[in-house]
């Protein structure tokens, strides 16, 4: 039997034992095999219906009821309600509405605001998605704070009397790697500073533990695992603990305490509309809510499992597929524990080989210059996917060349 069909039975078993596989049938997909879901999450098959209904119904015949009888205006907590289970928060405390940038900017400066005096030191992730650094460097500039990019392993070195916040990514973007959570806090709180998360690539993929870990501050998009459409709105989470003293750096008439009297001093709201700024985006934010259907009943750990599955099963394949000549390397972690629900391979050919994968049906994404990024969406990426996935990209490195050869 040849190395091809050994590794297709695999598949097969796995996805036959797989208890998320019913899952895949509330998603639009077709053969293609989607890996690029930590970029754009997958359309789930009810949102359209439930979208058409909020435009010609909501919208179209209640117009500006629809704020009251369709619960608009509460939409931002409770959508955030919704989310929190899945960060691992108890209700109250995530807020949906803005963007993550926006969302970052709001959670770095409130932590300044919430640290104790004489503290003038932030600390970024030195790799971090660059729009958390720009976001950060700018809050440091606004609050006369110095700014001081640090890898997240050396942090616990980096805090001292002077440090305020950390701001961190509990996913690496680039190469899947997941950072202690729950160490990187607690050592951060030791310091006397507060710790400020970005849950891009991590929410709707392993737990998050926010309320466990005693995390202060944390931000999110939706529209990677948690499906919520191009430009869904991102969330907040602030603490409990800190609501009461949570000062937003953007405080827009939606987080007043009574947003319709219209008076000119601010008086904020209690609890986690203290995070709102403007006037909700309800077309996003509802296509988000039908969105999270798709999550009812579903175990995080079971997610997390599958996860971890998947990456060690497609990480087989690959070295199954490709010789070991350093055609393709992995940057991702072998860890368990420091590994996020994607796969990275560095790749002198990068950008032509990812477009000729996503030629052949298999969508990853590139990032520059030489690191080819796999994406499993536990919900709807199966194994045979993940072997589909392996010996296509062993196929193009071969059609160019590369001397590989796939099978017996």
């Not at 070195?157 to 680039?174: E, K, Y």
């Amino acid at each position: 039997m040849s190395e091809t069909r050994t590794l297709t039975d695999e598949a097969a078993a796995l996805d036959a034992v797989d208890e998320l596989a019913g899952r895949r049938a509330l998603f639009a997909l077709d053969d293609t095999v989607y890996l690029d879901g930590n970029s754009l999450g997958a359309l789930p098959r009810h949102v359209p219906d439930r979208l058409h209904d909020v435009i010609t119904r909501e919208w179209g015949a209640l117009r500006i009821r629809s704020w009251d009888e369709s619960g608009w205006w509460t939409a931002p907590e409770r959508i955030g309600d919704r989310i929190a289970p899945l960060v691992g928060s108890a209700p109250g405390q995530v807020v949906v509405g803005d963007s993550t940038s926006v969302n970052v900017f709001k959670a770095v400066v409130a932590a300044t605001r919430l640290a104790a005096t004489g503290r003038d030191e932030i600390l970024v992730d030195a790799a971090t998605f660059p729009t958390d650094g720009y976001i950060a460097g700018s809050a440091a500039r606004l609050t006369g704070h110095r700014l001081v990019p640090v890898a997240p392993a050396d942090v616990p070195d980096a805090l001292g009397p002077r440090t305020a916040a950390v701001l961190l990514n509990h996913v690496d973007f680039r190469t899947g790697r997941l950072h202690d959570l729950p160490g990187l806090t607690a050592e951060a709180h030791a310091a006397g500073a507060l710790a400020v998360w970005d849950l891009c690539h991590s929410a709707g993929a392993l737990p998050v533990g926010l309320d466990a870990h005693g995390v202060d501050l944390a931000v999110g998009c939706t529209y990677k695992y948690l499906n919520g459409g191009p430009g869904s709105p991102a969330y907040l989470y602030v603490a409990e603990r800190h609501q009461g003293a949570f000062d937003s750096p953007l405080p827009g008439w939606t987080s007043h305490a009574d947003p319709f009297a219209m008076t000119s001093g601010y008086a904020p709201a209690e609890g986690a509309p203290r995070g709102r700024v403007g006037t909700p985006d309800i077309l996003s934010m509802l296509a988000l809510d039908a969105a999270l259907d798709v999550w009812d009943g579903v175990s995080m750990a079971a997610v997390r499992a599958k996860s971890l599955a998947l990456t060690d099963f497609f990480l087989e394949c690959v070295g199954r597929y490709v010789p070991g000549d350093g055609l393709v390397t992995s940057v991702t972690p072998d860890a368990h524990a420091e590994r996020g629900s994607q796969v990275s391979l560095r790749c002198a050919d990068a950008g032509p080989v990812m477009t000729e994968l996503v030629a052949r049906g298999v969508v990853g994404d590139l990032r520059r210059p030489d690191v080819l990024r796999f994406g499993f969406t536990p919900l709807y990426v199966g194994f045979a996917d993940a072997e589909r996935a392996a010996r296509t990209l062993a196929e193009v490195l071969a059609d160019r060349g590369a001397g590989v050869v796939v099978g017996d």
